[in-house]
């Protein structure tokens, strides 16, 4: 994603935020293929999947701060705040008017708490990990301790489409109600996944009752 990010700031313009995404996405994509290809069989216990968990969340959220310095021009403090938020789906923010924020960075703050909203398990569940055991263990790890008779991959991909038809669902019923379409785009992305950012510094509320009652629904 840190990719297409990237191929969106150059197509507006963007020259830091094009480095940055860049920048990031190529090693990130490389050392992930290079890791993937020499990964050795073996069984996850529950220990290995919570230290995963442990570990992706903030190495997440301290890569992704990285944009928010270079395109966005915030202090690594603030942007460290805004990355682990969004991470984390708190949705409290260090900035003051996300209308403001080029393009890329903009769409890259409202995406990653849709990702966010998913979780990484689910995620990773509709991406096929490398056996159905480790994917339970990470599942365990993520707090669903739930013991399900049918294929893991099936819950996995199942969940997400319907996280995607929710999402398509809210975007729809909100350009309905006279939202511009990128707008309820991000506003059902992060209704959905009770994150909140906007791309406003108030709100769906400023335009009006029904927005906010479908974002609500």
């Given at each position: 994603?840190?990719?297409?990010?990237g191929l969106?700031?150059?197509?507006?313009?963007?020259?830091?935020?094009?480095?940055?995404?860049?920048?990031?996405?190529?090693?990130?994509?490389?050392?992930?293929?290079?890791?993937?290809?020499?990964?050795?069989?073996?069984?996850?216990?529950?220990?290995?999947?919570?230290?995963?968990?442990?570990?992706?969340?903030?190495?997440?959220?301290?890569?992704?701060?990285?944009?928010?310095?270079?395109?966005?021009g915030?202090?690594?403090?603030d942007?460290?705040?805004?990355?682990?938020?969004?991470?984390?789906d708190?949705?409290?923010t260090?900035?003051?008017?996300?209308?403001?924020?080029?393009?890329?960075?903009g769409?890259f703050?409202?995406?990653?708490?849709?990702?966010?909203?998913?979780?990484?398990?689910?995620?990773?569940?509709?991406?096929?990990?490398?056996?159905?055991?480790?994917?339970?263990?990470?599942?365990?790890?993520?707090g669903?301790?739930e013991?399900?008779?049918?294929?893991?991959?099936?819950?996995?991909?199942?969940?997400v489409?319907?996280?995607?038809?929710?999402?398509?669902?809210?975007?729809?019923a909100?350009?309905?109600?006279?939202?511009?379409?990128?707008?309820?785009?991000?506003?059902?992305?992060?209704?959905?996944?009770?994150?909140?950012?906007?791309t406003?510094?108030?709100?769906?509320?400023i335009?009006?009752?029904?927005p906010?009652?479908?974002?609500?629904?």
């Open positions: 994603f840190m990719l297409l990010a969106l700031a150059l197509l507006t313009g963007d020259g830091p935020g094009t480095v940055s995404f860049l920048g990031l996405g190529l090693p990130v994509a490389l050392a992930s293929r290079y890791v993937r290809r020499r990964q050795v069989e073996g069984k996850a216990t529950s220990r290995h999947a919570v230290l995963a968990l442990a570990l992706a969340w903030p190495a997440l959220s301290l890569l992704s701060l990285i944009p928010f310095v270079a395109s966005g915030m202090r690594w403090i942007a460290a705040y805004e990355s682990f938020s969004a991470w984390t708190t949705g409290l260090m900035i003051r008017d996300p209308s403001t924020l080029p393009v890329a960075l769409v703050r409202i995406v990653i708490q849709w990702f966010s909203g998913l979780g990484i398990v689910m995620f990773m569940l509709s991406l096929r990990t490398s056996s159905a055991q480790d994917a339970y263990s990470l599942f365990q790890a993520e669903r301790p013991t399900f008779s049918t294929d893991l991959w099936v819950i996995g991909r199942t969940v489409r319907i996280y995607c038809a929710y999402t398509l669902l809210g975007f729809v909100l350009w309905a109600a006279g939202l511009p379409p990128l707008t309820a785009l991000a506003h059902a992305i992060t209704s959905l996944s009770t994150g909140g950012f906007s406003n510094s108030v709100g769906v509320g335009y009006g009752p029904v906010s009652l479908i974002a609500m629904g």
